[in-house]
């Protein structure tokens, strides 16, 4: 198993870091608030893990060895894969996920893309007993309290994202005022603004300005 990779950041994509690894450029998938962390030319340490399948060998990358570990346990709920089990950890942190499960918190699992009131609700019920109780200290009212001060999280985490990819600043401010009204509705529909999806929209949106 690769357990976590070291170097210097070579190229970044949406959803895909290359970690220069003793001349060799492993491609790792992260989700996008991984990617808004890293920038090209400097060094980066992703904890990784590698899925093997028939046809692929495909390596995962995350902050830190809490999130790979999350990642490994949420597949072993029936019916979650890697790519399923990286876009929970895109919309919500490990102690969020911690959180709903241990609060049986089914609206926060429904927000994440391709997990139905159906499917969150057996997932609550498999993970019940794997998650274990959130590591921080601050729990919801934690939470509640950051989201109502200052600019919500999803703004920096998108502006972020795109500088990494290469924006301007300015660009990346243009493109979180368009995708604002879709993070809005989604906030009012679910409670939450799914980054992954902000990220492509505005991805969509500064590939039409140019």
């Not at 198993?1 to 998938?29: D, H, N, R, W, Y």
């Not at 989201?147 to 243009?174: C, D, K, V």
């Amino acid at each position: 198993m690769i357990a976590f990779v070291s170097g210097p950041v070579a190229a970044l994509a949406p959803t895909t870091a290359v970690i220069e690894v003793g001349g060799v450029g492993m491609a790792v998938q992260c989700t996008p608030n991984t990617i808004a962390e890293l920038r090209i030319g400097q060094e980066a340490r992703l904890a990784t893990s590698l899925v093997v399948r028939e046809d692929s060998l495909t390596l995962y990358g995350f902050a830190d060895d809490d999130e790979r570990q999350v990642f490994e346990l949420l597949q072993t709920a029936s019916g979650v894969g890697p790519r399923l089990a990286q876009a929970m950890l895109g919309v919500h942190s490990p102690d969020a996920l911690r959180l709903a499960v241990a609060t049986g918190d089914e609206k926060a699992l429904t927000t994440v893309p391709g997990i139905g009131k159906k499917g969150a609700q057996k997932l609550l019920l498999e993970l019940k007993d794997k998650l274990g109780a959130p590591l921080g200290s601050s729990g919801l009212v934690g939470t509640q309290r950051a989201a109502a001060s200052g600019p919500p999280p999803w703004t920096e985490q998108l502006a972020a994202a795109l500088i990494g990819l290469g924006y301007a600043s300015r660009e990346a401010e243009e493109a979180v005022t368009a995708v604002t009204p879709q993070a809005e509705a989604a906030l009012a529909e679910s409670g939450s603004a799914p980054v992954p999806q902000l990220l492509r929209a505005a991805l969509q949106t500064l590939n039409r300005a140019r």
